[in-house]
């Protein structure tokens, strides 16, 4: 079985997140990395139809939806919900969401949460 491995790496999008108050009301910047893993027989070796891969844009688009239209309190949350995004297509078997907050520490480049989702 081939098993497909789909990488976003550092997609750059803004967001409330935060529980303070500068922080709930300005948009801070977040940058997002996912990695997707998918069987990939049918779309390698038996078809080459897009109807038999997994379409990154599409869950591209709606990670970027949730993220630029949200109001998030935790990055627990926000990145809990990326993820959840992630694994919606039936075939997902492997999803991890890492999602990083920079300047929000002062000395440090950025404050990061990953979570994981297996099938």
């Not at 996912?34 to 591209?60: F, R, W």
């Not at 969401?97 to 979570?115: E, G, I, Q, Y």
Request: aromatic fraction near 6%; include cysteine.
């Amino acid at each position: 079985m081939q098993n497909a491995i789909i990488n976003i790496t550092n997609l750059r999008l803004r967001t409330y997140i935060g529980f303070n108050p500068e922080e709930r009301e300005k948009k801070q910047d977040v940058v997002v990395n996912i990695e997707i893993h998918y069987p990939a027989d049918t779309a390698c070796v038996t078809h080459d139809e897009v109807d038999h891969a997994l379409n990154y844009k599409t869950v591209t688009k709606a990670v970027i939806k949730l993220v630029e239209d949200g109001h998030f309190l935790l990055l627990e949350k926000l990145v809990s919900d990326i993820l959840t995004q992630c694994h919606r297509h039936p075939t997902v078997t492997y999803a991890k969401v890492k999602v990083d907050k920079p300047h929000a520490l002062r000395f440090a480049d950025s404050v990061s949460l990953t979570l994981d989702w297996h099938r």
